[in-house]
């Protein structure tokens, strides 16, 4: 008995009296006891894999495992390649800060962007500042308003505890 994988029951580790068998080439062979299933995957020197161990009566395979394995890790590799990885980045603001201050910040958000990354734009308040949230979310608007050509808002400005919060994301083309 030779063990490839551990996600999958095969050969004399289904303890099934009755199964159903599904060829090598996906054509029904029937129901039947796992020891004549097991005989007849051998005799093709394949492995009688179980498939789906919750129907009735479960429903085994007659492959090579070793090879299904390999092309299963080979197509889950594949799907990971092509898998695109958002990263958020964060921009803080505070609520005195001055227009040329904003510009700077407004470029570094706008490569940001462009690299395909979200940007999280946080006004910090402290002491008596978060009784003038206003002026968080208008600095939050004028900070948009340099980037709209290039980004949508994901979502609006929202004050969280001292913080005031906006997350922008770059536009689809």
């Known amino acids: 008995m030779k063990i490839i994988n551990k996600d999958f029951l095969s050969n004399e580790s289904i303890r099934e009296k009755q199964v159903r ?9 029937g129901v039947m006891s796992s020891r004549e299933a097991l005989k007849i995957a051998e005799e093709k020197e394949l492995d009688l894999v179980l498939i789906s161990p919750n129907a009735k009566p479960p429903v085994c395979k007659i492959m090579d495992l070793g090879k299904y394995v390999y092309e299963q890790t080979k197509k889950d590799k594949e799907a990971k390649k092509k898998q695109k990885v958002i990263n958020i980045k964060e921009v803080r603001l505070s ?8 510009s700077i910040k407004s470029n570094n958000a706008r490569k940001f962007l462009m690299a395909g990354d979200k940007v999280k734009v946080t006004v910090r308040f402290r002491g ?32 969280e505890g001292r913080n005031m919060i906006m997350v922008l994301s770059h536009k689809k083309a």
Do not use: M, W
């Open 128 to 159: 008596r500042e978060a009784d003038y949230s206003f002026i968080g979310k208008k600095i939050l608007d004028e900070f948009y308003s340099k980037l709209e050509d290039i980004c949508v808002k994901e979502k609006a400005p929202k004050l």
């Open 95 to 102: 609520p005195t800060i001055e227009e040329h201050d904003i």
């Open 21 to 29: 068998v599904i060829g090598n080439d996906g054509s029904q062979v």
